[in-house]
């Protein structure tokens, strides 16, 4: 059986005050902060071999902390030769192409032929951050979502990344189809999102202490008889976000079973176009594109009436 590591740091001199969990994220780039706040709570982490169990509570200079770390979870994802996309790879990330219908990692009712299995048969060389069935997986798409992931090679990369993405300076641009002509030409959608009571597979939009602050901006680029072709900026990254927010305002997603119309289509119309961050190995901002894919063209030339 595998041993506890114990991870003995000082805090060097001039150091800034910061949240424990957040210092300690920086400092241990293998473990999520998700992990690190559930470790710090258990009493694992000590100053001065005294448990600190508030996540919140700031560091100062000349601490001495010990952190009593988990052994590693052993992975059982199996690799898998899975034809990927692939729009970009160096010795940091890999850029892919998702297309719909394809899921992100296992899980109930999907334990192989995923995104996940796909890239382990790709390379072993994939951060381990993210917990053993997600090897290399900083985010993720919907099942029936198209488009542009970053995938990380390292932890120290998947800690940079996250941090953009929790930081909200990752640039997310998506394309839509949805019902109904849109009357503003651009606006911003402002509802909290937690999971629907009704239906513990949905989110719904909720004004409770549990929901989550969710912020989406949109921007119409053409309305035809029945429909609206978006641009989408989510400025926060909720679980079912844009489907969630579209629907609240009366223009549920084309093809969207679980919050809209399926119009025929056989997944959501929604696509993720524009992946913009600051590239960890390079330190330089870099942007990659996904086109808008076969199915959804001939749905927009369907509705242009040209079909």
């Not at 293998?30 to 996540?55: A, E, F, N, T, Y």
């Not at 892919?96 to 995104?115: E, F, M, N, S």
Request: charged share 25%.
């Amino acid at each position: 059986m595998n041993r506890p590591e114990i991870f003995e740091h000082r805090v060097p001199s001039g150091t800034a005050p910061d949240r424990l969990d957040r210092y300690l994220v920086a400092l241990i780039p293998q473990m999520s902060r998700s992990k690190i706040q559930k470790i710090i709570m258990d009493g694992k982490v000590c100053l001065r071999g005294r448990p600190m169990r508030k996540p919140s509570m700031f560091i100062s200079s000349g601490d001495e902390w010990t952190v009593e770390m988990p052994p590693p979870e052993e992975s059982t994802l199996k690799a898998e030769k899975i034809p990927l996309a692939i729009l970009h790879e160096d010795a940091w990330i890999i850029v892919i192409d998702k297309p719909a219908g394809l899921v992100v990692h296992p899980g109930a009712g999907h334990a192989t032929g995923t995104l996940a299995n796909a890239l382990l048969g790709h390379t072993t060389a994939l951060s381990k951050r993210g917990g053993p069935l997600k090897l290399g997986l900083v985010h993720r798409l919907d099942k029936d979502t198209s488009g542009v992931m970053v995938v990380a090679k390292n932890d120290e990369t998947h800690a940079k990344l996250s941090e953009q993405f929790a930081g909200r300076s990752v640039n997310r641009v998506y394309l839509a189809l949805v019902k109904g002509r849109v009357v503003r030409d651009n606006g911003t959608i402002d509802a909290p999102i937690g999971r629907d009571p009704a239906n513990r597979k949905q989110m719904a939009v909720r004004y409770t202490e549990q929901s989550r602050e969710a912020i989406t901006k949109y921007k119409v680029l053409e309305r035809m008889k029945g429909a609206t072709y978006l641009e989408l900026r989510p400025q926060t990254g909720r679980t079912h976000q844009l489907r969630v927010h579209l629907a609240q305002i009366g223009h549920p997603i084309l093809g969207d079973s679980w919050y809209g119309v399926t119009a025929g289509l056989k997944r959501q119309a929604l696509h993720a176009h524009r992946l913009g961050f600051e590239h960890p190995g390079v330190k330089q901002y870099t942007e990659f594109v996904s086109p808008f894919p076969k199915d959804l063209q001939q749905e927009l030339a369907r509705l242009r009436g040209i079909a």
